[in-house]
């Protein structure tokens, strides 16, 4: 039977510190500790520590001289979002709908792995919704969502994941983060090769939110991406 890797609670600061190495080096399905006792939120703390300091000193520096030295564009996401919606959508919307759909399925538990083979068949379906008939194109959505509600339903009681899923989750962890970074790339006006380090503070997330979602757990994650991008938003306001 396929089970998670049990890292022990960690207990002080440095503990989940020690343990983010072993995880980058060969991740694994673990025990989440969730956010119900102090060591979750130490752990929490100390996550939210790293991330921004990783980004602040070291990721977005090297960036900035990156895109000084290739003459790159700044992002432009953000300019067509109406005055007033940039700090919900970064602190509240994002971090929700982006952990939900790159990580909230990461646990490998049956039921999450059905809603992600549907959301993909959704997915397929909007790209070429043109080329379906409107009748059919309801069909298909009605059979659809009755199929991601049936499963999630009849999957419900079975908890741990398949053994070809465990075995393959280094791989699936990190191609989600590369997959992750490189969405990200749509927040440019322009493309290119040179444009792929512009994504380096996105590949640093993923990696910090993926342990992080294993190792205390989906909520967890979703406050740590807002706390960091408050604290971008702050940086950014400031001008610092």
């Not at 960690?10 to 020690?18: A, D, E, I, W, Y």
Request: positive net charge.
């Amino acid at each position: 039977m396929a089970t998670r890797i049990d890292i022990p609670a960690p207990s002080r600061m440095p503990g989940v510190l020690r343990e983010l190495p072993t995880f980058l080096k060969r991740p694994a399905l673990l025990t989440p500790i969730g956010l119900r006792t102090r060591e979750g939120w130490t752990a929490l703390g100390t996550m939210e520590i790293l991330h921004v300091a990783g980004l602040f000193l070291v990721v977005l520096p090297l960036l900035s001289l990156w895109q000084q030295a290739m003459h790159l564009p700044s992002p432009d996401a953000f300019d067509k979002l109406p005055s007033g919606w940039l700090l919900p959508f970064a602190v509240a919307v994002a971090p929700m709908v982006e952990e939900s759909i790159f990580r909230g399925w990461q646990t490998g538990r049956p039921r999450a792995l059905w809603l992600l083979a549907c959301a993909v068949l959704f997915a397929i379906l909007a790209v070429y919704a043109k080329a379906v008939g409107p009748v059919a194109l309801i069909a298909l959505l009605l059979v659809l969502a009755v199929a991601a509600l049936g499963g999630w339903i009849r999957l419900r009681k079975r908890r741990e994941p398949p053994a070809g899923y465990v075995a393959a989750y280094p791989a699936i962890f990190w191609i989600v983060a590369l997959l992750f970074a490189g969405v990200h790339l749509m927040n440019y006006p322009s493309v290119s090769m040179l444009s792929l380090p512009m994504v380096l503070p996105q590949l640093w997330a993923a990696l910090m939110l993926g342990f992080t979602r294993q190792r205390i757990g989906l909520p967890a994650a979703m406050l740590q991406h807002a706390g960091a991008n408050a604290a971008t938003l702050v940086l950014v306001h400031f001008g610092v």
